[in-house]
């Protein structure tokens, strides 16, 4: 596609559900990244692909967060258990050299 | 870790009026990209610029490095330009360290 896209755009779930995050970045793009941006904050780093390995996931707050990308473009982001403290936007953005490109987010909102 | 910092955390202007922001970093680096985040939430990549000066329409960047600040100028602001700025640093070419942004909000 054009863009990095991510679905859902929305979510919200009950304390202690899983959820899955998904990302489809821009073709061709080898690497991969998450983020997490709380509400009037800058993005935090979650984790890092280079194709389908994680070279980075240092940023994953816990280990109820779990990130893979199987075939090395799409991605998917899973949050075990979900709490209250893990309601947020989460950004993801490839790169095919140095500039990342963002998709649009999912707002994920934990009752 | 490194630390960013950017100046000023809100700015209001009329359209047409040009700004100067800023972003100051603690150490080294060997990435530095500057986004804009609009009302809607989607960031746009805007420079990759770790040295140096580059100019796309009416925006310019200019990254000191030996200084350790970059600046990045809107000039003839459009209320389009409303938004958060962020600038983003590294020592890597993949993990990026995110300032606070720089509101910046222009009034028709």
């Known amino acids: 596609g054009a863009g990095v896209s991510q679905s859902p755009r929305y979510k919200v779930a009950k304390r202690g559900q899983d959820v899955a995050l998904r990302c489809d970045p821009i073709s061709g793009h080898v690497s991969l990244f998450w983020y997490q941006q709380a509400l009037g904050q800058g993005p935090e780093f979650l984790t890092y692909?280079?194709?389908?390995?994680?070279?980075?996931k240092s940023g994953l707050p816990s280990d109820r967060f779990f990130a893979e990308r199987p075939e090395g473009s799409v991605s998917t982001l899973k949050i075990q258990r979900t709490q209250q403290e893990d309601s947020a936007v989460y950004l993801c953005?490839?790169?095919?050299?140095?500039?990342?490109?963002f998709g649009p987010g999912t707002r994920l909102t934990v009752l | 870790g490194i630390q960013v910092e950017q100046s000023p955390p809100d700015l209001i202007l009329q359209e047409g009026a040009n700004s100067t922001l800023r972003c100051n970093f603690s150490d080294s680096v060997n990435n530095l990209q500057w986004f804009h985040q609009n009302p809607w939430g989607q960031l746009i990549n805007l420079f990759y610029?770790?040295?140096?000066?580059k100019q796309n329409g009416r925006l310019s960047a200019t990254t000191v490095a030996t200084e350790r600040y970059s600046l990045l100028y809107i000039s003839s602001s459009q209320t389009t330009d409303s938004g958060v700025y962020f600038c983003?640093?590294?020592?890597?070419?993949?993990?990026?360290?995110w300032g606070a942004g720089t509101k910046l909000i222009i009034k028709p």
């Open positions: 953005a490839s790169s095919s050299s140095v500039a990342q490109f």
């Open positions: 983003a640093v590294g020592d890597s070419n993949y993990q990026l360290i």
């Open positions: 692909f280079q194709n389908e390995a994680q070279l980075d």
């Open positions: 610029i770790p040295s140096g000066t």
